[in-house]
């Protein structure tokens, strides 16, 4: 199952899940990708959202309003479902209409690789560069050697001291987890997510792991006006 979760409120780009992007509301957009690698639910706090998955035929399903991660709101829909504790659970962001449907299903491959496990959660990262690097809305990352995550940051990490040839990874927002998995990221806490703002990092700070998956993808998140622009743009010169 994958679920969306879509809060209406955004303090940088107000209602943007609900945003059309030539003509598509983004959720709508985000929602068909998804629905070429498994079933599809979007988790959202408001009716009007609710309304208009229904008129293009996506279940959605009313979660708290107080939910304060998109995580946490997926978690109360996963209950609300009714899903199974080795259910392969997909947490994809609703502001990232592009997603490649390749990607969704490199992580679903990799949950049900890992699912008999005690704890699994999967992420995915890019290359990016080292201007993208310096940009604190781009999510770093830097793996171990076996591919698991060793930390994320909005600065530019590792540090580049000596200025030596090096490549930056990015974090794509994917969140695969087994429903068993993802009982248990909602419970842990940690200071490191308050710091930076990233909720994954209450993983690593607990002793768990989070295994990475490199992709290729030209898609890019929406926050602002700028990338919105950006958006409607690429859409049109796409025919999508």
């Known amino acids: 199952m994958i679920i969306i979760p879509a809060r209406l ?11 059309p992007i030539n003509g598509i509301p983004m959720i709508i957009r985000c ?12 988790a959202t706090d408001s ?3 609710c309304e208009i998955c229904d008129k293009y035929g996506f279940k959605a399903v009313m979660t708290s309003s107080s939910h304060k991660s998109g995580s946490d709101r997926i978690k109360q829909a996963a209950d609300i479902l009714g899903l199974k504790e080795k259910e392969t659970v997909i947490n994809m962001q609703g ?11 490199a992580v679903k491959e990799k949950i049900e690789e890992l699912k008999d496990n005690n704890f699994c ?4 990262y890019k ?5 993208q690097a310096k940009d604190p809305n781009i999510v770093k990352t830097v793996l171990d050697k076996n591919s698991n995550a060793l930390y994320f940051s909005r600065s530019d990490i590792p540090y580049n001291r000596d200025n030596q040839p090096h490549t930056y990874f990015g974090h794509i927002g994917i969140y695969g987890f087994t429903k068993q998995s993802l009982d248990k990221f909602v419970t842990m806490r940690g200071e ?12 690593l700070e607990n002793g768990e792991k989070i295994v ?29």
């Open 31 to 42: 929602a068909k990708i998804a629905q070429q690698v498994d079933d599809v639910c979007i």
């Open 192 to 203: 490191l997510e308050h710091i930076e703002k990233l909720e994954q990092l209450r993983v």
């Open 47 to 49: 009716q009007e959202v």
């Open 121 to 124: 959660m999967v992420s995915c």
């Open 212 to 240: 990475m998956i490199k992709v290729k993808t030209r898609s890019f998140g929406i926050d602002t006006k700028d990338d919105l622009l950006k958006a409607e743009k690429y859409a049109k010169e796409n025919n999508l």
């Open 127 to 131: 290359e990016i560069n080292e201007l």
């Open 9 to 19: 409120s955004s303090s940088r780009l107000p209602k943007k899940v609900i945003i």
């Open 95 to 105: 502001d990232e209409p592009f997603l490649e449907p390749e990607i969704l299903q």
